[in-house]
């Protein structure tokens, strides 16, 4: 009978037709999960076809193993900054910064930085960082690493290797001590670089404050992060941004790079702590500290 | 034989009905029919927690290592700078203090005005010029808008920036008291202030509790040649927890 708005096949078919939406809707969601065609969310993984073009990045497998994909462009160009920096004996360098600081609502706020990197290669590094939000100074003279929070009045000092890159491996592993971009401090920078890019990707030439740059684009597991080089002259970088693709709202780190010295001479002293009176002597977590 | 007449029209509706959620679900993102990112997902909708680049974003910059300080709850011992985040206790203590749990919750709101208050007075102490007071007490205000209009936890309620009234604000500040401000004061200059005083805990501390400013009135001091700070039968060691200084209730 025919009393109801809907019959029993009509009622059939609209369940099938759901059905099959809601299948191939969730296939096309396991597809984003997994970069198997889905398309891709967020502003780093912007692109829907698997042949990537230009300005295009299409996110990797989720897989750790994959295979690094990274345009022959994007090689040369990363090592011929790698080249360019680590084969400085000394390097000065200014970076103007902005970070975003994700508030529990989900509100995204942007607050600036800068920061001031001195390095004398292979075991010397000084920087000056100051915030909207607090500051920082680190001292490193090939045998102590010693840090500064002159808004708390504390500071910190440990044993560190002898050179740049050992000391890096060793506060991060052991003190959690991330050091920003510390990618350009490296005296074996290309190593470091390419052991975590999952995919880079040459998007263009592009500005930066009026300069041409090469611009390059890269997948990581943690980040996403993109770096403009000088297209001619020297290939120094000129800017970074970074996307921490995996936290809430996807905060991003932005450097914009000016005051590039190279092989100047750098007093001892730079790289000797210079504490104010009256601060206080803190110790690093430990990790067994941590773990409690 | 009397009822055959309407067939047409049901028809038609289902037909209607069936092409409608077709079009609908396949026209929206996949990400948006399975709640998944889009405004509710990575905006002002998310309930989750809030994410500093270590406080005072030195432990960004870089792709390979994230130090982030996460501020979503009580149960993350050593996340810093958020308040709500700070009075996590190792499990042996916070057995037993029921108490004192109520107590945390009851003063997270006061200890984040604390916070802006002691951030905007560390400022002040190595501020280098006029121009950065007027930054951050702006930005600061700005972080405190949002807690009347997004619903934030941040305690702020209504204050001002800009101009001479930031310097006064900053001024304020020294005396370990925090202020917010509506959003439409950024746009406003002159706005009613209001300031709240702060209260240190009124009980020692249990051993291991982080925190990420000192009390108000806590005073410096050393115990067997270690730099500690001391406030209401509690010592306080300064520890960096990777780049930022948090504060550890330690029996010294």
């Given at each position: 009978m025919r009393n109801g708005p809907l019959s029993i096949p009509t009622f059939q078919l609209i369940l099938f037709v759901l059905l099959l939406a809601t299948e191939y809707t969730c296939s096309q969601a396991r597809g984003d999960a997994t970069g198997s065609g889905g398309q891709a969310s967020g502003p780093s993984a912007a692109a829907a076809s698997p042949e990537p073009s230009p300005g295009n990045i299409v996110s990797p497998a989720a897989s750790t193993n994959a295979v690094p994909v990274i345009d022959a462009q994007v090689r040369k160009v990363?090592?011929?900054?790698?080249?360019?920096?680590?084969?400085?004996?000394?390097?000065?360098?200014?970076?103007?910064?902005?970070?975003?600081?994700?508030?529990?609502?989900?509100?995204?706020?942007?607050?600036?930085?800068?920061?001031?990197?001195?390095?004398?290669?292979?075991?010397?590094?000084?920087?000056?960082?100051?915030?909207?939000?607090?500051?920082?100074?680190?001292w490193y003279d090939g045998k102590t690493l010693t840090v500064y929070d002159p808004a708390h009045r504390a500071y910190a000092s440990v044993a560190a290797p002898d050179s740049i890159d050992a000391m890096f491996r060793q506060v991060a592993d052991e003190k959690n001590l991330s050091i920003p971009l510390e990618g350009f401090d490296f005296n074996d920078e290309c190593g470091r670089a390419y052991r975590d890019i999952q995919r880079g990707k040459y998007v263009g030439v592009n500005d930066v404050n009026g300069v041409d740059c090469d611009h390059l684009g890269f997948i990581q597991q943690e980040a996403d992060w993109q770096l403009w080089v000088n297209h001619s002259g020297k290939p120094l970088p000129q800017k970074i941004v970074i996307t921490y693709k995996n936290l809430p709202a996807q905060p991003q780190w932005t450097a914009v790079f000016s005051n590039w010295r190279f092989n100047q001479n750098l007093a001892a002293s730079l790289f000797q702590p210079k504490l104010p009176k009256g601060v206080v002597q803190a110790s690093f977590m430990g990790l067994e500290e941590k773990k409690q | 034989m009397i009822n055959r007449k309407p067939t047409a029209l049901p028809r038609m509706t289902a037909t209607g009905m069936t092409i409608l959620a077709v079009i609908g679900l396949l026209s929206m993102p996949a990400y948006a029919r399975f709640g998944r990112g889009g405004f509710g997902g990575g905006g002002f909708g998310r309930g989750g927690g809030g994410f500093r680049m270590g406080g005072d974003g030195f432990a960004g910059g870089n792709p390979s290592h994230t130090a982030?300080?996460?501020?979503?709850?009580?149960?993350?011992?050593?996340?810093?700078?958020?308040?709500?985040a700070q009075y996590g206790t190792t499990p042996h203590q916070s057995a037993s203090n029921a108490n004192q749990t109520r107590y945390n919750e009851a003063q997270s709101m006061n200890q984040t005005r604390y916070s802006e208050a002691q951030s905007m007075q560390n400022k002040h102490y190595q501020s280098q010029s006029a121009l950065s007071h007027q930054q951050y007490n702006q930005a600061s205000n700005l972080q405190s808008n949002s807690s009347g209009h997004w619903g934030d936890p941040y305690g702020g309620c209504c204050g001002s920036s800009g101009g001479s009234t930031a310097g006064a604000a900053a001024v304020g500040m020294m005396g370990g008291m925090a202020?917010?401000?509506?959003?439409?004061?950024?746009?406003?200059?002159?706005?009613?202030?209001?300031?709240?005083?702060?209260?240190?805990?009124?009980?020692?501390?249990?051993?291991?509790?982080?925190?990420?400013?000192?009390?108000?009135?806590?005073?410096?001091?050393?115990?067997?040649?270690?730099?500690?700070?001391?406030?209401?039968?509690?010592?306080?060691?300064?520890v960096f927890n990777g780049s930022q200084v948090v504060y550890v209730a330690s029996p010294m």
């Open positions: 990363l090592d011929n900054v790698c080249h360019e920096l680590s084969s400085a004996g000394t390097l000065t360098y200014h970076a103007e910064i902005t970070f975003d600081s994700v508030l529990p609502s989900g509100v995204k706020l942007q607050y600036a930085a800068a920061m001031d990197t001195a390095i004398k290669r292979p075991d010397h590094l000084a920087i000056n960082y100051k915030s909207d939000l607090g500051a920082k100074a680190i | 982030w300080s996460q501020h979503s709850g009580y149960s993350s011992r050593y996340s810093s700078y958020h308040p709500s202020m917010g401000a509506t959003m439409e004061s950024a746009v406003t200059p002159r706005q009613p202030t209001t300031v709240v005083e702060n209260v240190a805990p009124s009980a020692p501390m249990p051993y291991g509790t982080t925190l990420p400013y000192l009390p108000p009135g806590a005073t410096p001091t050393q115990v067997n040649g270690m730099d500690c700070y001391y406030s209401n039968g509690t010592y306080y060691r300064p």
